[in-house]
């Protein structure tokens, strides 16, 4: 006989699930210096982002804030070691670029919703689910989801700056489990991430469904997620809910 489960919480991860830029990094740099009377190009400055991102993320996690930094703080120095890699050495002049970046990154015209993930969000909470935000964002998020008309469908949003808990911390998880007060046998999380959203939901006993784009999937990951939990777009989850409920345990 089938076992019936019946899910009753959906936690998100937001950038790149529900959300993103509506232009590269790179090119938003690029956009803000010269409106300041820099010159830069834009691919040294996607390059070099991602590299300042990289060595900020490692020496200063969760956005600093158990070593004395605000989140603030925190993206204008990735703002400020971008340019120095990208070849501007005077910082005088990328603060202001920076902290003009860190203003219009927390913009909903800065982002785009992704297809079809309103309409996700809305057949969801029609079923009667429960849909909270699990990210590792700043303090941000809650305006730009408000700004881009999603805010509603949460029930919480909980980032890691406010928990002080980044995934795939099981305690950020955890921390949703409790706010819901539901099992995580009741519960599954959706994300773009294998190790911080597949994998760190699945730890703490969530169900997981991996967001995955049209480029070749890794083959270590393929090997390791069901072909039912993976996700080529948002429209496929509510197909991917049904059978969950009704696989045999």
């Known amino acids: 006989m089938a076992h019936r489960l019946q899910i009753r919480l959906l936690t998100w991860d937001v950038k790149d699930t529900l959300?993103?830029?509506?232009?590269?990094?790179?090119e938003e740099y690029a956009s803000k210096a010269r409106a300041h009377g820099l010159e830069v190009e834009a691919a040294s400055l996607g390059q070099a982002f991602r590299q300042a991102y990289r060595a900020q993320s490692l020496s200063f996690p969760n956005y600093g804030l158990s070593q004395g930094l605000t989140s603030r703080r925190w993206w204008v120095d990735v703002v400020l070691q971008t340019f120095y890699l990208a070849g501007v050495r005077d910082a005088q002049a990328v603060t202001p670029i920076a902290d003009q970046l860190y203003e219009d990154f927390s913009k909903p015209f800065t982002w785009q919703v992704l297809e079809g993930a309103e309409a996700?969000?809305?057949?969801?909470?029609?079923?009667?689910?429960?849909?909270?935000?699990?990210?590792?964002?700043?303090?941000?998020?809650?305006?730009?989801?408000m700004g881009l008309g999603l805010r509603?469908?949460?029930?919480?949003?909980?980032?890691?700056?406010?928990?002080?808990?980044?995934?795939?911390?099981?305690?950020?998880?955890?921390?949703?489990?409790?706010?819901?007060?539901?099992?995580?046998?009741?519960?599954?999380?959706?994300?773009?991430?294998?190790?911080?959203d597949y994998k760190g939901a699945r730890a703490v006993g969530m169900h997981s469904f991996l967001v995955v784009g049209p480029e070749p999937l890794d083959a270590a990951i393929k090997d390791s997620v069901s072909q039912e939990c993976l996700l080529p777009s948002l429209s496929h989850l509510l197909p991917a809910l049904d059978h969950l409920e009704v696989s045999p345990p």
């Open 120 to 145: 996700t969000l809305r057949e969801c909470r029609k079923r009667g689910l429960r849909l909270a935000v699990v990210s590792n964002f700043d303090r941000r998020l809650e305006d730009i989801l």
């Open 152 to 196: 509603e469908y949460f029930d919480f949003v909980l980032t890691s700056e406010a928990s002080g808990w980044p995934k795939p911390d099981p305690r950020i998880f955890r921390e949703a489990l409790r706010l819901a007060q539901v099992e995580p046998a009741v519960a599954a999380h959706i994300g773009d991430s294998y190790p911080c």
């Open 19 to 26: 959300l993103r830029l509506r232009h590269p990094v790179g």
